[in-house]
């Protein structure tokens, strides 16, 4: 029994401990200065925070940056205090997320622009899409109703009036060719372009499968005055941090405008 009580003691203060750790993870102490960590996807997201994170550390800011491959995961790390910051998203899409999970976290300036674009491996334009054939939209908040926007605006559904950011397949309302709509995870969806006659993908995992908007989608969206901006996103907590507004300017510098313009090729643009 005394063995047993110590295991249960020892035990217990290990809980207490990790408690104590999550305590101090969710704290709403200031952003460090000297060193944060951002959340982006892999891609073009990665590729500018690294950017970004140059130009940060000639001003003495270290920018520690982890990469995810789902639109997930960084929203949960970021209002579990595992991340300072993540940078990813649009605007739509944070809202619903927040809608669902209750979770306090906020925009707080542009990035990136992402044209969202229909591609295929089967048909080379929209009018090859035959009656029966199988497309496919990410399953996700906000991306699904963009998706779907897409395909209505290439002629090919539409959507029942006053649908909003949490449509789904159920509400189109006309689909003359009786296409097949498969919802997926956004991630997988150039896998899986063998399998449909297309698909509406986001750019950032488009161009992580060697797909770019002005030579393969056979629809997309416009680069300018699109609505769907990217956003840097912090826990509400820290929306007015010092770090946070250095950040900004780090961000929409000169010279990563410059980087992004000359490595997307218009695909991708500044936001700001």
């Given amino acids: 029994m005394k063995k047993l009580f110590t295991l249960f003691a020892l035990l217990l203060s ?88 209750d979770y306090k976290i906020s925009e707080v300036f542009k990035t990136l622009t ?41 002629g090919l559904i539409k959507l029942k009036e006053g649908t909003g950011e949490k449509a789904t397949k159920r509400d189109v309302v006309e689909n003359k060719l009786n296409l097949e709509i498969l919802e997926l995870d956004s991630a997988q969806l150039p896998s899986q372009l063998g399998e449909v006659a297309a698909a509406a993908i986001n750019t950032n995992f488009a161009m992580g499968a060697g797909l770019t908007i002005k030579k393969d989608a056979i629809f997309h969206e416009e680069a300018e005055n699109n609505p769907y901006s990217n956003y ?14 250095k950040l900004k300017e780090y961000y929409q510098n000169d010279e990563v405008k410059q980087f992004i313009q000359e490595t997307f090729n218009g695909s991708i643009v500044p936001s700001w």
Avoid: W
């Fill in 232 to 245: 840097l996103v912090v826990r509400d907590a820290n929306k007015n941090d010092e770090v946070v507004k």
């Fill in 14 to 101: 290990f809980v207490l401990v990790l408690a104590a750790c999550g305590k101090d993870k969710d704290s709403s102490k200031a952003l460090s200065t000297k060193e944060i960590e951002v959340g982006v996807t892999g891609g073009p997201h990665e590729q500018v925070m690294q950017k970004v994170a140059e130009v940060a550390k000639k001003d003495g800011l270290t920018i520690k940056i982890k990469v995810f491959n789902d639109y997930n995961t960084p929203n949960t790390a970021l209002a579990d205090g595992d991340l300072d910051i993540n940078s990813y998203q649009t605007k739509q899409f944070l809202d619903a997320v927040k809608a669902d999970k």
């Fill in 114 to 154: 992402f044209p969202m674009g229909i591609y295929s491996k089967s048909v080379k334009s929209l009018d090859e899409i035959k009656k029966g054939d199988k497309i496919a939209v990410p399953n996700d908040p906000s991306n699904e109703y963009r998706a779907l926007k897409l395909f209505e605006a290439a």
